[in-house]
């Protein structure tokens, strides 16, 4: 188990942020230059559950010592670079995420999209009204709900993802659901 973390503060956006950027004074976030940080706080994990932190600024992250060098500027090397598309997500801008909970006892909205037409329903409004993501979910993780095996999970949610996704009229829509993502393979 890991025993540091390292996480970007203080931050500054737009021209400031560039301004920084260029004369070394803050690195940028995720590879953008409108988005920029001049101090990172490093998390250690400590003993029954406690944690300390100490902050230190980007000028004093090379007085650290080795071995906590080491994994600081390996952390840094991952906040600092340009993400990736995922699908067909562009993180330089913002998505908009609507979330369908496909469970009887569903926290958030009682169980009212469990059956398929409602949730086919629910889906093109969220679609309609600029939804780049749909979250199918079809396990409640409300307190006290149990935990279902993954099979009944697929169950739920497999008609309403592959069948809406086929008739989407909106190419971006992505449906995420944790057992696709995973690239489990299911029948």
Known sequence: MRKYYTRPCNFYYGDQARDLIKSRKALSLAGRTDIAFDQIEILERQ?????????????????????????????????????????????????????????????????????????????????????????VGGESTRPGSKIIKPDVEWKRVKNIVINFKKKISKNNIIFGYKEILCNRKRN
Request: charged share 35%; net charge positive.
């Open 47 to 135: 003993y029954k559950k406690k944690t300390k932190s100490k902050f230190c600024s980007i000028k004093e992250i090379e007085k650290l010592n080795k071995n906590l060098l080491s994994i600081v500027n390996r952390d840094l090397r991952n906040i600092t670079s340009k993400r990736e598309k995922i699908y067909k997500l562009d993180f330089n801008k913002p998505a908009i995420m609507g979330v369908l909970n496909v469970t009887p006892d569903s926290f958030s909205d009682g169980g009212f999209y469990y059956t398929k037409n409602k949730a086919i329903k629910h889906i093109k409004a969220m679609v309609s009204e600029g939804a780049d993501i749909i979250d």
